[in-house]
């Protein structure tokens, strides 16, 4: 288990100056944590260098990104295709683990019996497809950097969530389902299924990090032997700190289903940083993306950040436009008080500490904590003039701006392989 590393104090401005290479290591989307980082390399005058994870055809077949597709990605881009995973691989027998999932009903997957010597044979051909791959990749990406220039990887991959059907409906019932709907986490991973979506969920968060400083390796070695410093970024997650009464204390959304997979990241990060690599796995507090919709329930966390910016905001002048802009999206009745109120007596709540144990992180869930949890979720909803425009998403821009200021200047020389930043860090850097 990582002891718990929270960074306090905001970063100095790092050495990264114009003609620098940030290397988007994945595909960047929109409203992300990854677009700060990108945001504060420009501000910085770095060259930013883009990927793609690529697509995939009607037979499943993998391809680089077409003309078209490209016009509108800002250069310098690499266009071949990242992607992680093993999901859409075929074995020997020409099966991928997404046709062996695809005949099974709603009401037999917890009977599910899979072939795991073909999932292992999927596997083994995903790994080498993606080694392949970033070996080409690194090669295109010599071209791109100058003589001279100091480089920062940005690893962005994450999930692995299988694309088959049965999927969606299982997590929604394992992070959604209440009452006769709901499906333990616990169970669904203990389940053939369950273990295989683990599988997946590794391969993509954490071994692609490996390959990442691995096969990096030839070209790091060389720019560092002409005077140049480079350095590796990842995106974690494994709780934060938020305000909880008048103090910041560490808190997690359970269960987090990716979590043993971020373990996984982290370890790689503490081997590789005991060789001398300069790479660190920031652990960033949770927002609300677009992935992360399934998972309801883990915004309730983000609305302590309010309290975090009334006291401990770098910025005055900006905090107050973004708790105006907050104000203007809860009903007129709404104060933050009652909101910094009702999410301290969740996050105080004896169902909610049984959870939020950090020696057993990433812990499974229970019926009667999740659905406190979603019910916590809909009333923080209710307090809003409009449940589909929340002030989660005004608060999720200023943690990722934060994080990506964080991130970029503390990367070059990281005090440790894993690091915390939590709400009080977010509020310094705003």
């Given at each position: 288990?990582?002891?718990?590393f929270?960074?306090?104090?905001?970063p100095?401005?790092s050495a990264?100056?114009?003609?620098?290479v940030?290397?988007?290591?994945?595909?960047l989307?929109?409203?992300?944590?990854?677009?700060?980082?990108?945001?504060?390399?420009?501000?910085?005058g770095m060259t930013?260098v883009?990927a793609?994870?690529?697509?995939?055809?009607?037979?499943g077949?993998l391809?680089?990104?077409t003309a078209?597709e490209?016009?509108?990605i800002?250069?310098p881009?690499i266009n071949?295709?990242l992607?992680?995973?093993?999901?859409?691989?075929a074995?020997?027998?020409?099966?991928?683990?997404c046709?062996?999932?695809?005949?099974?009903?709603?009401?037999?997957w917890?009977?599910a019996?899979?072939d795991?010597k073909a999932?292992d044979?999927?596997?083994?051909?995903?790994v080498?497809r993606?080694?392949?791959?970033?070996?080409?990749?690194m090669?295109?990406?010599?071209?791109?950097?100058p003589?001279?220039?100091?480089v920062?990887?940005?690893?962005?991959?994450?999930g692995g969530?299988p694309?088959?059907?049965?999927?969606?409906p299982?997590?929604?019932?394992?992070?959604k389902?209440t009452g006769d709907?709901?499906?333990?986490?616990?169970?669904?991973?203990?389940s053939?299924?369950?273990?295989?979506c683990?599988r997946n969920?590794n391969?993509?968060t954490?071994?692609?990090?490996r390959?990442?400083i691995?096969?990096?390796?030839?070209?790091?070695?060389k720019?560092?032997?002409?005077?140049?410093?480079?350095?590796?970024?990842?995106?974690?997650?494994h709780g934060?700190?938020?305000?909880?009464?008048?103090?910041?204390q560490?808190?997690?959304?359970t269960?987090?289903?990716?979590?043993?997979?971020?373990m996984?990241?982290?370890?790689?990060?503490e081997?590789?940083?005991k060789?001398?690599?300069?790479?660190?796995?920031y652990?960033?507090?949770e927002i609300?993306t677009n992935s992360?919709?399934?998972?309801?329930?883990v915004?309730?966390?983000?609305?302590?950040?309010?309290?975090a910016?009334?006291?401990?905001?770098?910025?005055?002048k900006?905090a107050e436009?973004?708790?105006?802009?907050?104000?203007?999206?809860?009903?007129?009745?709404?104060?933050?008080?009652?909101?910094k109120?009702?999410?301290?007596?969740?996050?105080?709540?004896?169902?909610?500490?049984?959870?939020t144990?950090?020696?057993?992180?990433p812990?499974?869930s229970?019926?009667?904590?999740?659905e406190?949890?979603?019910k916590s979720?809909?009333?923080?909803f209710?307090?809003?003039k409009?449940?589909?425009?929340?002030?989660t998403?005004?608060l999720?821009e200023v943690v990722?701006?934060?994080c990506?200021?964080v991130m970029?200047h503390d990367?070059?020389?990281?005090?440790a392989?894993?690091?915390?930043?939590?709400h009080?860090?977010v509020?310094r850097?705003m």
């Amino acid at each position: 288990m990582t002891q718990l590393f929270p960074l306090r104090e905001k970063p100095a401005l790092s050495a990264y100056k114009k003609g620098d290479v940030l290397v988007l290591f994945g595909e960047l989307f929109s409203r992300g944590y990854a677009n700060g980082l990108v945001e504060e390399a420009e501000r910085r005058g770095m060259t930013i260098v883009r990927a793609t994870v690529g697509r995939r055809e009607k037979d499943g077949s993998l391809r680089a990104l077409t003309a078209e597709e490209t016009a509108l990605i800002p250069q310098p881009f690499i266009n071949v295709p990242l992607e992680a995973g093993f999901d859409m691989d075929a074995a020997a027998n020409g099966v991928t683990p997404c046709d062996q999932l695809k005949d099974i009903k709603l009401s037999d997957w917890d009977k599910a019996e899979l072939d795991w010597k073909a999932i292992d044979e999927s596997q083994a051909h995903g790994v080498a497809r993606f080694k392949k791959n970033t070996e080409l990749f690194m090669k295109e990406l010599e071209k791109h950097v100058p003589a001279g220039a100091n480089v920062l990887f940005a690893h962005l991959m994450a999930g692995g969530v299988p694309r088959t059907k049965i999927i969606m409906p299982l997590l929604n019932r394992a992070f959604k389902g209440t009452g006769d709907r709901h499906i333990p986490t616990q169970a669904l991973l203990d389940s053939q299924i369950g273990q295989f979506c683990l599988r997946n969920f590794n391969e993509v968060t954490a071994e692609t990090f490996r390959h990442l400083i691995e096969l990096s390796a030839p070209l790091r070695k060389k720019w560092e032997s002409q005077g140049s410093h480079v350095s590796y970024t990842a995106y974690g997650y494994h709780g934060t700190e938020v305000m909880i009464g008048n103090q910041y204390q560490w808190q997690t959304y359970t269960c987090y289903f990716q979590g043993w997979a971020k373990m996984a990241l982290e370890k790689h990060a503490e081997n590789f940083f005991k060789q001398g690599v300069h790479c660190c796995v920031y652990n960033c507090p949770e927002i609300l993306t677009n992935s992360s919709s399934v998972f309801q329930g883990v915004e309730v966390s983000l609305y302590p950040l309010l309290a975090a910016i009334q006291k401990d905001a770098g910025d005055k002048k900006h905090a107050e436009q973004v708790l105006s802009d907050c104000k203007k999206l809860l009903k007129d009745d709404v104060t933050f008080e009652q909101i910094k109120s009702f999410t301290d007596d969740y996050l105080k709540n004896p169902l909610t500490l049984e959870f939020t144990n950090y020696e057993k992180w990433p812990q499974h869930s229970r019926q009667d904590q999740m659905e406190y949890m979603l019910k916590s979720s809909d009333h923080l909803f209710s307090l809003h003039k409009d449940e589909k425009n929340l002030i989660t998403a005004v608060l999720s821009e200023v943690v990722f701006k934060s994080c990506g200021y964080v991130m970029l200047h503390d990367s070059w020389q990281p005090k440790a392989p894993v690091a915390w930043i939590g709400h009080d860090l977010v509020a310094r850097c705003m």
